[in-house]
């Protein structure tokens, strides 16, 4: 029996029952290490979903972001361009490379980058941009067919921020698949996790033995520690790999809760006039990792605050980065989309632990509340 006073989290992590025999394995082995059988396991796992031949288990999405900038010779002056509509660890690696974010506001159809801003990035850019960090927000699946057109056009190397899309496709292929690079994360909060966790998938492996070179201080083939060049610390615990095991296996029925739950708000909210919810754009399939939805009018504060009152966790959408005091000073194309976005949006919680009393009980405070 569920306490009616339980707090209620916006995306706890939820555990598919295996893991704990999993990391037993692991101690069996004495692999306790940032290597090992299970961190291979967890990496073939990746490659069996994304078909995508390489991968790399990494402490996190923004280490495995740092290492696609870093492989791929992003250095100072340099201009990359990225969603600002987006989570901080999305975009603090290119600071890390001491290059220059241009940053593109999203569009009302997929709430993510807007396709002919980007456009107009690339022509008002001070210099050619080198890459573009994409971001498929709240596990649904940016316009990819224009974006990878332009790249394309441009010679711009795309590497997909996948870090909340784990499982969405495009056109029945994966998020992540599409760039130069693609990003998974497996932090607490995220469908999947291992307690903290990344992934860097390429299909170009000398990309990837690049990276994996980075990732362990960039030792050089010696019997002693020989040094070129430097690296960092980013590989991932055999025993957190053990978690993301055991988690890969649940990942599609996680997608369906997601969705379900997503489905459940949608029938009970959907004829509220002044909420939006966020679009799934044709030919896609969205993981639906937090239910994101816009109010007209009311102020979603005011809603939070409610749910709050309840022991019910919900928060806002991400403040764009062009938006942040960080950033005050760097270039944007935008259209009011992502800060509009901010000001009138709200995530749900979204936990795949939750039934349908669950959502009934958020759904009837919300309304509640908008009265
Ligand atoms: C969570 C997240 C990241 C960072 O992932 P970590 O594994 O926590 O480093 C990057 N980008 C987006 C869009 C995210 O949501």
Not at 20 to 41: C, H, K, T, W
Not at 64 to 74: D, F, K, T
Not at 255 to 262: E, S
Not at 347 to 370: F, Y
Request: contains cysteine; hydrophobic residues 40%; charged residues 20%.
């Amino acid at each position: 029996m569920k306490m009616q006073n339980q707090r209620l989290f916006l995306s706890p992590p939820h555990m598919s029952g295996r893991e704990q025999s999993y990391i037993a394995d692991v101690f069996e082995s004495n692999y306790i290490a940032p290597l090992g059988p299970m961190v291979d396991r967890f990496e073939h796992s990746i490659r069996d979903l994304t078909r995508v031949p390489y991968a790399l288990a990494l402490s996190s999405a923004t280490a495995a972001l740092h290492l696609a900038l870093r492989v791929l010779g992003i250095g100072a002056g340099d201009i990359v361009l990225t969603s600002s509509f987006t989570f901080i660890g999305g975009v603090a690696p290119i600071l890390y490379q001491n290059a220059t974010p241009v940053f593109i506001d999203s569009d009302s159809g997929s709430w993510n980058l807007d396709p002919l801003l980007l456009e107009e990035a690339i022509e008002r850019s001070p210099k050619k941009p080198k890459a573009l960090i994409l971001a498929h927000l709240y596990g649904q699946c940016a316009d990819l067919e224009k974006i990878i057109a332009l790249c394309n056009l441009h010679g711009i190397a795309l590497i997909e921020d996948a870090a909340e899309s784990l499982g969405t496709t495009y056109n029945g292929q994966q998020t992540g698949t599409f760039g130069t690079f693609g990003v998974y994360s497996f932090n607490g909060n995220k469908i999947l996790t291992t307690s903290g966790g990344g992934m860097l998938i390429s299909s170009n492996k000398e990309l990837i033995e690049k990276a994996r070179f980075y990732s362990t201080q960039a030792r050089d083939d010696a019997p002693h520690y020989e040094h070129t060049d430097y690296g960092y610390n980013y590989r991932m615990s055999n025993i957190l790999a053990a978690i993301g095991v055991a988690q890969m296996e649940v990942l599609q029925e996680r997608i369906a809760t997601r969705r379900q739950i997503f489905e459940w708000y949608t029938q009970a909210l959907g004829d509220i006039g002044e909420i939006t919810f966020m679009p799934e754009l044709p030919h896609t399939k969205g993981n639906r990792w937090l239910t994101a939805l816009t109010f007209e009018h009311s102020n979603p504060n005011r809603i939070r605050l409610a749910l709050e009152d309840k022991n019910i966790e919900s928060r806002p959408l991400w403040k764009p980065m062009h938006l942040q005091p960080l950033f005050k000073d760097a270039m944007c194309c935008e259209n009011g989309t992502s800060q509009r976005l901010f000001e009138k949006g709200l995530c749900l919680p979204s936990g795949t632990q939750m039934n349908r009393d669950d959502v009934e009980r958020v759904c009837t405070l919300l309304k509640k509340a908008l009265q």
